[in-house]
C-alpha cells in the first residue's frame, strides 16, 4: 500500500495561474519531506524540501507548506510557467531508513498559454 | 560531467528471458538505488545498495536481481519471474547527507516485454 498519498492525479493551469499539489502521511516518523520534478523520458530531479520543524519553505516560485498535526504537506508553484509542465512527486522518508523515500504517485501539470 | 548512466534506452525482452540494466555513476557516491516507475503508482524500491559488496531489498524484490561489486556500478537484472517487467526503470544515487541533495537519478531505462 502506498505510504504517501498524493493528489489531485493531474491538473491543468493558465500561465500565471497557482498550482497547488497535496499529498499526505500516515507513518509519523517521517521527518524528511522533499518533492521531485520529472520531465517526459528524463529522471525525475530534486526540486525542494522540508522538515517537520518548520512549517513552510520557499524557493523562488516554488513553496512547500507542512501541517505536522494534519501530516500533509503541499507544493504551490506561483505564476506558473508552461516550462513548469511536468509530472512532480512528493516523497518522504524516516531518518533511520538511510535513503529510501517513499514515493507519492505523482501528478500531471500542465501549463496552459 | 558528473552523474548518472542508465543504459539501453529502450530494452525489449521476450517471454521467459533474463535482462540486465547497466547503471553507471561517476559521482562517488555511496548510495545507489532501483526504483520501478508504472503509470499512476509513483515509484517503488526495488533495491538498495549503502556500500560494495552489499545490497538490500525493497519493497518489491521479487523477481529482481542486483550485484554491487564496484563503487560505480549497480547493474539490475530481471529474471523471467517477475510476472509483469513493462516498466519504466530508474537508477539513483546519494551521498551519505543525502537529505541535504537528494538522490540523483539517471534517464531511466523503459523495458518492454514482447
Known amino acids: 500500500q502506498q505510504q504517501v498519498k498524493q493528489s489531485p492525479q493531474s491538473l491543468i493551469v493558465q500561465k500565471g495561474g497557482i498550482s497547488i499539489i497535496n499529498c499526505a502521511y500516515e507513518?509519523?516518523?517521517?521527518?524528511?519531506f522533499p518533492w521531485y520534478q520529472q520531465f517526459p523520458g528524463k529522471g525525475p530531479a530534486l526540486l525542494i524540501a522540508?522538515?517537520?520543524?518548520?512549517s513552510e519553505k520557499k524557493e523562488g516560485r516554488f513553496t512547500i507548506s507542512f501541517n505536522k498535526s494534519a501530516k500533509q504537506f503541499s507544493l504551490h508553484i506561483m505564476d506558473s510557467q508552461p516550462g513548469d509542465s511536468a509530472t512532480y512527486f512528493c516523497?518522504?522518508?524516516?531518518?533511520?531508513?538511510?535513503?529510501?523515500?517513499?514515493f507519492g504517485a505523482g501528478t500531471q501539470v500542465v501549463v496552459t498559454p | 560531467d558528473g552523474g548518472i548512466t542508465q543504459s539501453p534506452k529502450y530494452l525489449f525482452r521476450k517471454e521467459g528471458q533474463n535482462v540486465t540494466l547497466s547503471c553507471e555513476q561517476n559521482?562517488?557516491?555511496?548510495?545507489m538505488y532501483w526504483y520501478r516507475q508504472d503509470p499512476g503508482q509513483g515509484l517503488r524500491l526495488i533495491y538498495y545498495?549503502?556500500?560494495?559488496?552489499?545490497?538490500q531489498k525493497g519493497d518489491i524484490a521479487e523477481g529482481y536481481s542486483v550485484s554491487r561489486e564496484k563503487k560505480e556500478s549497480f547493474p539490475l537484472t530481471v529474471t523471467s519471474a517477475q510476472k509483469n517487467p513493462t516498466a519504466f526503470y530508474l537508477c539513483?544515487?546519494?551521498?551519505?547527507?543525502?537529505?541535504?541533495?537528494?538522490?540523483?537519478f539517471g534517464s531511466g531505462t523503459r523495458l518492454t516485454v514482447v
Open positions: 516523497a518522504a522518508s524516516k531518518s533511520d531508513s538511510w535513503g529510501k523515500l517513499q
Open positions: 522540508i522538515r517537520p520543524d518548520v
Open positions: 507513518n509519523t516518523a517521517f521527518d524528511y
Open positions: 545498495s549503502q556500500i560494495v559488496n552489499d545490497f
Open positions: 539513483a544515487s546519494s551521498i551519505e547527507s543525502w537529505e541535504n541533495y537528494g538522490y540523483t
Open positions: 559521482l562517488n557516491h555511496d548510495a
